[in-house]
């Protein structure tokens, strides 16, 4: 991912050289010593962080996995700022929260249920997606009927290959990741309480609240494992659109309006694409036959690109047409 990050700031720092063109695509920058970052396409952004009217290369550095993950800002090449971060989060992007003159964005950070927001480099505000309480369903009366852990395990073995892991609540989740030296003593420990589902933030985008200006006030559309939701960022609540899908969320794009009109475009890691918007709580839903790895939201059309190479482009009732491309593996 390090030759992903350099490939990026050579596209960047765009200077001619004695061996390339004016007019050409590609222009490489010596980055000396390397920057090594390791990060994923979800966690780095260009963003005005400071409302200064210049961009920074906002970047989340996992590292080799033995430090905790950092959130670094670069100026060019230079790295202006570092924020040390307690877990490793899934996702990160930029909000406009006031209409305050100086234009000052927040860097949403999202690890597991929370979202943590940094105003000119320093924490601003967090956000938790609460836990659910389980009652009455099937998953319950499994931890209530069942007296011996592994007849449990099994019990929710079966429940999960029926509807889904994701499904079930965290404290199951838990118990089936367990070691079996561990179990009884989980068991007796969670049997006599309900079952807590857990929340997990897997995917977020802006989505502009009342004007298109590029400063203008953001909500933030936070999708968990079953649920799109949305956060107003001035009063930091959730608003009363939610909208359900099936499977975990891995792209997602938004357009338009909250007050005025939206479309929220959703890809799960299983090959669904839903669209909802203001006007619809249903979504308009594609099936693709391979992974979903892009999406691009438009007005009235959609673009996503899947694992096989194939570049699909849709409106909201037909596919327009189909591009084979070329993958390129780095």
Not at 46 to 55: A, C, I, K, R, T
Not at 185 to 202: P, S
């Amino acid at each position: 991912m390090s030759a992903v990050i350099d490939q990026v700031y050579r596209l960047m720092m765009r200077h001619p050289t004695d061996e390339c063109k004016w007019n050409s695509t590609w222009i490489d920058v010596d980055i000396n010593p390397p920057i090594n970052l390791q990060t994923y396409n979800c966690c780095m952004m260009l963003s005005d962080v400071h409302g200064d009217n210049d961009n920074k290369f906002v970047v989340v550095d996992f590292g080799s996995g033995t430090s905790s993950p950092q959130l670094k800002i670069f100026k060019g090449l230079k790295q202006t700022h570092v924020i040390y971060l307690n877990e490793k989060p899934s996702a990160i992007t930029t909000v406009y929260t006031d209409n305050s003159e100086q234009h000052i964005p927040c860097v949403a950070v999202v690890i597991k249920n929370e979202i943590y927001f940094y105003r000119n480099c320093k924490p601003y505000h967090k956000y938790s997606i609460q836990s659910t309480t389980i009652r009455d369903t099937e998953e319950s009366k499994l931890w209530q009927e069942s007296e011996d852990a592994f007849d449990l395990l099994k019990s929710l073995q079966v429940l999960s290959s029926t509807i889904g892991f994701v499904s079930l609540s965290t404290t199951s989740q838990q118990m089936l990741c367990l070691n079996e030296c561990h179990l009884n003593e989980y068991f007796e420990k969670c049997r006599k309480i309900n079952l807590v589902k857990q929340h997990t933030i897997t995917c977020v985008t802006e989505l502009k609240k009342n004007m298109s200006d590029v400063h203008g006030v953001s909500c933030l559309v936070i999708a968990t494992t079953d649920m799109i939701s949305i956060l107003d960022t001035e009063s930091f609540k959730i608003l009363p659109d939610k909208y359900e899908l099936q499977g975990e969320t891995a792209y997602m794009s938004a357009t338009g309006l909250y007050d005025v009109d939206y479309k929220i475009l959703v890809a799960t890691r299983t090959g669904r694409l839903y669209i909802f918007s203001k006007s619809s709580t249903s979504g308009f839903k594609v099936e693709t036959t391979h992974a979903i790895v892009a999406v691009i939201l438009r007005i009235d059309k959609f673009i996503c690109c899947t694992i096989d190479g194939l570049l699909q482009c849709y409106t909201l009732k037909v596919r327009l047409f189909l591009v084979q491309v070329f993958i390129v593996v780095i």
